[in-house]
């Protein structure tokens, strides 16, 4: 059974930082890239960064370039956002998504499997 639970969300003072965890179960990541999506009250869901299977190859959309870091420590099957420099633009929730194989840019009617999702609320 295929299962992602992200953890870390909360809130958060701007220009603060939170690191979020995907932990995946059912599928390794050596086959499947993992990526974020957020979405906003209101708002359609957005793809924020994808890391790929093959090769950890990170891909950012220009929103996210240099303030979120995507990692994945394999032995775990855990992929990481590290999100810096969070402003209230930022508050969302926070959604990881899993597909076999790589591709860019990020379409959310490509991944199969989704988490529950986490909140993250950028305020003062």
């Known amino acids: 059974q295929v299962q992602l639970v992200e953890s870390g969300g909360g809130l958060v003072q701007p220009g603060g930082s939170v690191r979020l965890s995907c932990s995946v179960s059912g599928f390794g990541l050596d086959f499947y890239a993992i990526a974020w999506f957020r979405q906003a009250p209101g708002k359609e869901r957005e793809g924020l960064a994808c890391?790929?299977?093959?090769?950890?190859?990170?891909y950012y959309m220009d929103s996210v370039k240099g303030r979120f870091t995507l990692s994945r420590d394999i032995a775990k099957n855990t992929v990481f956002l590290q999100m810096d420099s969070l402003t209230p633009e930022d508050t969302a929730v926070y959604y990881c998504a899993g597909k076999y194989g790589t591709s860019w840019p990020l379409k959310v009617s490509e991944y199969d499997y989704w988490g529950q999702g986490t909140q993250v609320t950028v305020s003062s």
């Open positions: 890391i790929s299977n093959s090769d950890s190859r990170t």
